[in-house]
C-alpha cells in the first residue's frame, strides 16, 4: 500500500533522477547520465515515491518498468524540467558572455507588431551587444523599471528622450476593401455600418472609435456589430483575416501597409497629446544612444497612410 504523501515540494535531485530513469530505462544509466552513482538514483526515487505517496516503478527481476502512475507523472513534469534546464543554460551563457546586455521594455502591442520584427536587424546592427525584448503594459511593472530603453505609449512628458505623436487611422484588409468597394478615399459613411473591431480597453490614454470620430469631426453612433479583443496583436490578425475595420496606429501598421496585407482608409488623427515615448535608463550612455537613433531611423521610414482630418 502506497504511503501517505508527504507536505511540500520533492527535492529537484529527486525529480531530474525519476525523470532520467525513465527516459533511459536504468537506474546505471540514470547515474552515468547525472555523474553520480545507481545506489544515489534509487534512494532518490525512494525519496520521491514517499513523497508522493505513490509507487512509480515495478520492481522484479525484468528490470525497471515504470507504473502507469510513474508514467504519467513522467510526461508531466518532464517538459517543466526541460524548461528549467534550458533557462539555466540560457542564464549561465548571458553570465559567461563579454558582450553588455540591454533589456529594452516596450508595450505589448509595440514590441509584438513593431520591434519583434526588427529584432534581427538591430542584432546586426549591433552586433556587439546582447539584447533582450519584454513586452509591458504597465511602466510600473518591474521589467519596465529595470529596462535600459523603455518604449511605451502615454501622455507627452518632459522625461522622454523621443516622443512620436499618437497617428490613426482605420484599417482594413485588402479583400475586404475589394469586397464593400472601399478605398482612402471612401467617406466615412460608406463603412461606418461595416463591423467594427476594437480593443476592450478602458484606459483614456488610448483613442477609441468615439474618441476617433470626434477628433477627425464625424458623426459616431454605436454599431450594432462592435467586435472586442484584449490584445492589440490580436485584433489586427483579426482585421488581416477580414473580420473588419480597427483603428491603425501608424508606428504598427506601417509594415503591413506598406506590404500591402493591410489598406488605409480615412481620415487619419493625430493626437499631439500622446503617443510612443521612449526613455534609456542611463542617459549618458553611448551605446543606449545608438540604439535609439537606429529605431528613430526606423520609426522615420515613411508610412502610407491617409490625409491627415481637418480640425472640428
Known amino acids: ?55 512509480l516503478f515495478e520492481r522484479g527481476g525484468s528490470g525497471l518498468r515504470p507504473t502507469r502512475e510513474g508514467l504519467r507523472f513522467h510526461d508531466e513534469i518532464a517538459p517543466a524540467l526541460k524548461t528549467i534546464e534550458g533557462s539555466i543554460r540560457a542564464l549561465r ?44 503594459d504597465r511602466r510600473a511593472e518591474s521589467a519596465a523599471r529595470a529596462a535600459d530603453i523603455r518604449i511605451h505609449f502615454d501622455a507627452h512628458h518632459d522625461g522622454a528622450e523621443r516622443f512620436y505623436p499618437e497617428r490613426v487611422f482605420p484599417v482594413c484588409s485588402p479583400a475586404f476593401a475589394d469586397r464593400h468597394g472601399l478605398s482612402v478615399a471612401s467617406p466615412v459613411d460608406a463603412w461606418c455600418t461595416l463591423p467594427l473591431l476594437h480593443m476592450d480597453e478602458r484606459n483614456p490614454r488610448w483613442m477609441d472609435w468615439r474618441r476617433w470620430s470626434l477628433s477627425a469631426g464625424v458623426s459616431y453612433s454605436e454599431p450594432d456589430r462592435l467586435f472586442t479583443y484584449n490584445n492589440y496583436p490580436l485584433l489586427i490578425g483579426a482585421v488581416e483575416a477580414g473580420d473588419g475595420i480597427a483603428l491603425g496606429w501608424s508606428p504598427l501598421v506601417g509594415d503591413r501597409l506598406r506590404e500591402g496585407r493591410l489598406v488605409a482608409l ?19 550612455s553611448t551605446l543606449l544612444r545608438r540604439i535609439v537613433d537606429w529605431m528613430d531611423a526606423e520609426l522615420a521610414l515613411p508610412a502610407v497612410a491617409p490625409e491627415e482630418a481637418p480640425r472640428p
Open 1 to 55: 500500500m502506497a504511503e501517505r504523501p508527504k507536505e511540500g515540494l520533492p527535492t529537484l535531485k529527486a525529480l531530474v533522477a525519476f525523470e532520467a530513469a525513465v527516459r533511459l530505462g536504468s537506474l546505471s544509466a540514470a547515474a552515468r547520465a547525472l555523474s553520480t552513482t545507481q545506489p544515489a538514483i534509487s534512494q532518490r526515487i525512494r525519496g520521491l515515491e514517499e513523497a508522493v505517496g505513490q509507487v
Open 93 to 136: 551563457g548571458r553570465a559567461e558572455s563579454t558582450r553588455p546586455r540591454v533589456l529594452i521594455a516596450a508595450d505589448f502591442g509595440f514590441a509584438h507588431l513593431w520591434l519583434l520584427p526588427r529584432l534581427a536587424r538591430l542584432e546586426a546592427a549591433t552586433p556587439d551587444v546582447e539584447l533582450e525584448v519584454v513586452s509591458v
Open 266 to 284: 480615412g481620415p487619419a488623427v493625430t493626437r499631439a497629446s500622446h503617443g510612443y515615448a521612449v526613455e534609456r535608463r542611463h542617459a549618458d
